[in-house]
């Protein structure tokens, strides 16, 4: 009876491993695949398939060359996504990560009711993007909560957030750093706490303030949580595709203001009915992640 339940046991295991096994076969392995063969391809959905080469990635390269000669946003919308997107990631990724290692510092403190304050940092995090950017389109009205709260500050100034080219990715922005902070910061309270607490004793001993500790002690006992912490920003700011589809519009708002890399993809495989292109267009992204989080991983040495 032992020997069956064992058996019966190893076999349950396995089943529950090739479902999981399965799943990431056909919608990892094997899309990766397919679109990595599709981007070699000329297709419709409806005419047959059509191999022509390194087309599609002609195409990509000559939308960039079209935006680098100040080609309309119309005519050069891949550019257009590639602009607008470092641009969110240099706002989100350093103010997320700064962010994320004050709120962890606060809530490292033995204070009263801190684990009710790290369920509140944590709690964005777990909401949808979808409703979430649905809330802030509501707070981002000019007569909104924000312009509100800004003029009492600085009276008379309320811009137009979501219509004005300016100031919607800054508003995308502001809707990322709110709701990724809390998950990295929960990141960062793992780090703080799996530091000795011996070399804060010993800095104790020779005088050191709380201030000399933090800047001598934890921020480089934290430099490995940091590289991982800038690395996962990079690649989620530079995939972020929710915010623009429901802040900017699938037009991506005045001017392609808001228009993303991952917006343009989608138009392209969609709207335009040109799946080989958009897969070109996902292998040209995949470069720019992998390239930026390489010479970031490359530069601070952690993770070999």
Same mark, same amino acid.
């Given at each position: 009876?032992?020997?069956?339940?064992?058996?019966?046991?190893?076999?349950? +295991? @396995?089943? =529950? %491993?090739?479902?999981?096994? $399965?799943?990431?076969?056909?919608?990892?392995?094997?899309?990766? !695949?397919? &679109?990595?063969?599709?981007?070699?391809?000329?297709?419709?959905?409806?005419?047959?398939?059509?191999?022509?080469?390194?087309?599609?990635?002609?195409?990509?390269?000559?939308?960039?060359?079209?935006?680098?000669?100040?080609?309309?946003?119309?005519?050069?919308?891949?550019?257009?996504?590639?602009?607008?997107?470092?641009?969110?990631?240099?706002?989100?990724?350093?103010?997320?990560?700064?962010?994320?290692?004050?709120?962890?510092?606060?809530?490292?403190?033995?204070?009263?009711?801190?684990?009710?304050?790290?369920?509140?940092?944590?709690?964005?995090?777990?909401?949808?993007?979808?409703?979430?950017?649905?809330?802030?389109?509501?707070?981002?009205?000019?007569?909104?909560?924000?312009?509100? +709260? @800004?003029? =009492? %500050?600085?009276?008379?100034? $309320?811009?137009?957030?979501?219509?004005?080219?300016?100031?919607? !990715?800054? &508003?995308?922005?502001?809707?990322?750093?709110?709701?990724?902070?809390?998950?990295?910061?929960?990141?960062?309270?793992?780090?703080?706490?799996?530091?000795?607490?011996?070399?804060?004793?010993?800095?104790?001993?020779?005088?050191?303030?709380?201030?000399?500790?933090?800047?001598?002690?934890?921020?480089?006992?934290?430099?490995?949580?940091?590289?991982?912490?800038?690395?996962?920003?990079?690649?989620?700011?530079?995939?972020?595709?929710?915010?623009?589809?429901?802040?900017?519009?699938?037009?991506?708002?005045?001017?392609?203001?808001?228009?993303?890399?991952?917006?343009?993809?989608?138009?392209?495989?969609?709207?335009?009915?040109?799946?080989?292109?958009?897969?070109?267009?996902?292998?040209?992204?995949?470069?720019? %992640?992998?390239?930026?989080?390489?010479?970031?991983?490359?530069?601070?040495?952690?993770?070999?």
């Amino acid at each position: 009876m032992l020997e069956k339940a064992k058996t019966r046991e190893a076999a349950e +295991a @396995i089943l =529950l %491993v090739l479902v999981a096994v $399965a799943f990431i076969m056909v919608f990892g392995y094997f899309s990766m !695949i397919f &679109a990595f063969v599709l981007s070699f391809i000329e297709w419709d959905y409806l005419s047959p398939m059509q191999f022509v080469g390194l087309e599609n990635y002609a195409k990509v390269l000559e939308d960039l060359m079209k935006g680098f000669g100040g080609v309309f946003f119309f005519q050069a919308p891949f550019y257009t996504g590639v602009r607008n997107i470092l641009v969110y990631t240099a706002i989100v990724v350093p103010a997320q990560t700064f962010l994320a290692v004050i709120l962890a510092t606060l809530a490292n403190q033995k204070l009263k009711g801190a684990t009710f304050y790290k369920l509140v940092y944590f709690l964005p995090g777990t909401t949808s993007a979808v409703i979430v950017s649905l809330i802030f389109i509501w707070l981002f009205m000019k007569q909104g909560f924000f312009n509100w +709260a @800004i003029q =009492l %500050v600085v009276p008379g100034f $309320a811009p137009d957030w979501l219509n004005n080219p300016s100031y919607l !990715i800054p &508003a995308m922005a502001l809707v990322a750093i709110w709701g990724t902070s809390g998950h990295f910061t929960i990141s960062y309270l793992a780090a703080l706490q799996s530091i000795p607490r011996e070399l804060y004793e010993a800095a104790s001993m020779d005088g050191a303030g709380r201030i000399r500790k933090f800047w001598y002690i934890t921020l480089p006992m934290l430099k490995p949580m940091t590289v991982f912490v800038l690395v996962m920003g990079i690649i989620g700011a530079l995939q972020m595709f929710d915010l623009a589809y429901v802040m900017a519009g699938t037009s991506g708002g005045p001017g392609g203001s808001g228009y993303t890399i991952t917006l343009d993809i989608w138009r392209d495989a969609f709207i335009r009915l040109r799946p080989g292109v958009a897969a070109a267009k996902s292998f040209a992204l995949f470069a720019m %992640v992998f390239g930026l989080t390489y010479i970031l991983r490359k530069k601070y040495g952690v993770f070999r």
